[in-house]
């Protein structure tokens, strides 16, 4: 039940909180909702009817700021003021992109003082944060006006690809549009929503998601199990999409008329390819496209078209065959291919996709709203209207703590659905020792140093106790955000502290990936090691517990007992460097059997714990 909350002061019903989703995209941006009525997603239209909001920003003379469609004619007549694919800037240093500083017909500077980049319009500096929270408030205003109410909550799509810096800058976007974003989802695991995939739990499959927008393509496989969604590869190239269509067709006509690039203004330019990209589109739905600007003819008929981005569409297919192999799949265990961007309307693009597949592709929803809807939907399952759905995310990362000797000691395991708890118990190695060094690591690799240090922090104020006495409870807790939370507490005396780490963005998928794809080439190392580690550890303790050992209990021993257990822990010591684990353990071995005898008469608990157990 909804609950309806009432203002008895102002006599105003408060309505219940609508979650909207947003796709932020580099050329266009669409914000949908669940329809209340049909359950269905739908995206917001504004008066013309239209759902699609383009992503440029115009700063007019006067100080006034247009986004969207009324924004667009802009481009030609007033480039130096009007901003756009702002996305492909967001989160992004001055180095990251000089190389493209000439694709961008606006101002990027870098001041020095920070390296995310700012944009210059007029005398004013705008980050691509800012830049992005104007779409997200025109967005957010069109929700506010055919809904007629306040929003203030939203979900928002980025890449696959998108790092931590990237989605932090999007929800800073957010934030600064005066929207608390929920979630950040990633867009293919939206537009697999929007066709209805993850809400049956038992289904297992691969959808493979092929986006083709105006500036950028990407292919994501995705692996769908329980409910839950796994990128298990993405690919892609960040200076690909519809606008190269366009391009291409302008240099074509420029060619048929002999008309040469240079003698031509930029707004001619523009105003050119604005006329291709109409032509485009038109060829979507029919054979050939007539028409003129100035003394220009503007004719294409599709096959000429199609025989022009032959190219184009041949490197998005390399992509996907690199995904593929990334995925360590096959084209026929990809179940089903999901279209979305809108280049992916062009024929000849959907054609070579679905003979790459070798099946028919998936484009029953608009490819430029599939995104969006697919949103609305995350966002309705975080409203708990759809109780029945999980909530979709893994970790995709194993988590642990370093334990003795380097090793990493795995908590939570990789692809666990997320919230998630787990703990184990430890204990310390050292008599009276009062304090605990607690490291947290995100990786695959069996040594903590071969993977990525989250976070440390010290369990202070454990009581005095002799070495392998303590009980220290390490709980790791995942929320739904990815953010964790560590806690340790010493049992015996409820000594407790704990953390709270965020790993979730704080990793490229590409270093995801790379991590893992290392984890499976280092596994045999990784073992050897891991038993080397381990020996080393053990000898180690058995080292030390031996010498406590006799240092406490002399008085109990005879001179033989003590000469023969120094002399076994000697060479022991000179063995703790070894290559060989059978060799350390050979030595550990004739220290245990001599020792074993009288140990067994004098031992007393405390130490007998501690060659025993896990240690930290
Ligand atoms: P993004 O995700 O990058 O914001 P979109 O998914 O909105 O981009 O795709 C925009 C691109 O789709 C533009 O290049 C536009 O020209 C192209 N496009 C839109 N409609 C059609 C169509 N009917 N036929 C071919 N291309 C189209
Ligand atoms: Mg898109």
């Known amino acids: 039940m909804p ?167 999007t929800r800073d976007a957010g934030k600064l549009a005066g929207l608390d974003v929920l979630r950040i989802v990633n867009e293919p695991t939206a537009a697999s929503l929007a066709y209805g995939f993850g809400n049956n739990t038992e289904e297992e499959k691969i959808i493979a998601i092929y986006d083709l927008g105006g500036g950028t393509f990407d292919i994501s496989i995705l692996k769908l199990s329980n409910g839950i969604f796994e990128v298990l590869a993405t690919n892609g190239d960040t ?64 096959s000429a078209f199609e025989e022009l981005i032959k190219p184009l569409v041949g490197k998005t297919i390399q992509s996907c065959k690199n995904a593929l192999r990334d995925a360590k799949i096959t084209i026929k265990e990809i179940e089903t291919i999901i279209m979305v961007g809108g280049s992916t309307r062009t024929p000849f693009v959907k054609k070579s996709v679905g003979d790459f597949f070798q099946k028919e592709v998936n484009i029953s929803l608009d490819p430029d709203e599939v995104v969006a809807l697919g949103a609305a939907i995350q966002a309705d399952i975080l409203a708990g209207n759809q109780k029945d759905m999980l909530l979709l995310d893994v970790t995709p990362l194993s988590l642990g703590i370093e334990t003795m000797g380097g090793l990493m000691d795995v908590i939570i395991p990789r692809n666990s659905k997320i919230p998630t708890a787990a703990g184990r118990q430890y204990t310390t190695s050292v008599d009276g020792q009062s ?23 010290i369990l202070n104020n454990i009581p005095g106790m002799p070495g392998g006495l303590p009980k220290i409870e390490i709980t790791f807790q995942l929320n739904a955000d990815g953010i964790l939370t560590v806690k340790a507490k010493e049992l015996r005396s409820n000594t407790e502290q704990s953390i709270e780490v965020k790993p979730q963005y704080g990793l490229t998928e590409e270093e995801m990936s790379l991590m893992l794809i290392d984890s499976i080439k280092h596994a045999k190392d990784d073992m050897a090691t891991r038993a080397l580690v381990e020996a080393r550890v053990e000898a180690e303790n058995m080292i030390t517990t031996c010498e406590i050992f006799i240092k406490k209990n002399s008085a109990l021993l005879n001179e033989e007992e003590i000469a023969g257990t120094n002399s076994r822990i000697e060479k022991l010591k000179t063995k703790l460097n070894s290559e060989d684990k059978d060799e350390i353990h050979q030595y550990i071995e004739d220290l245990n059997d001599f020792t074993r005898p009288f140990a067994e008469r004098v031992m007393d608990m405390a130490i007998n714990k501690a060659m025993k157990g896990k240690v930290i």
Not at 18 to 43: F, Q, R, Y
Not at 257 to 268: A, G, M, R, T
Not at 435 to 457: H, M, P, T, W
């Open 3 to 169: 609950q309806i909350a009432i203002n008895i002061k102002e006599g105003t019903i408060k309505k219940e909180d609508i979650i909207v989703g947003i796709d932020l995209g580099t050329t266009n941006s669409l914000v949908a909702i669940i329809n209340k009525e049909t359950g269905n997603p739908i995206a917001l239209r504004d008066a013309e009817k239209t759902s699609i909001v383009p992503s440029i920003i115009h700063f007019t003379s006067t100080g006034e700021i247009i986004v969207g469609n009324a924004a667009k004619k802009y481009l030609i007549e007033d480039a130096e003021n009007t901003i756009y694919s702002v996305k492909r800037l967001m989160g992004k240093s001055y180095k990251d992109i000089a190389e493209f500083q000439n694709n961008f017909g606006y101002k990027i500077i870098d001041d020095n003082t920070e390296s995310l980049v700012k944009i210059k319009v007029g005398n004013k500096f705008y980050t691509p944060i800012e830049l992005s929270s104007f779409i997200l408030k025109e967005l957010k205003h069109r929700a506010e006006k055919v809904l007629n109410q306040l929003i203030s909550k939203a979900v928002i799509t980025v890449p696959a690809y998108f790092n931590d810096t990237q989605r932090q800058a």
């Open 435 to 457: 304090k605990l060094l607690i490291s947290v690591y995100q990786g695959e690799r069996d040594l903590v140093r071969d993977n990525r240090k989250l976070a440390e922090f």
């Open 239 to 302: 200076f690909l999409g519809g606008d190269d269509f366009d391009r291409i067709i302008v240099e074509y006509w420029l060619q048929k008329n002999s008309v040469d690039k240079i003698i031509l203004s930029k707004n001619e330019l523009q105003e050119l390819r604005l006329k291709a990209e109409e032509a485009k589109k038109h060829l979507t739905g029919n054979d050939s496209f007539t028409g003129s600007i100035k003394n220009i003819i503007c004719n294409i008929d599709r």
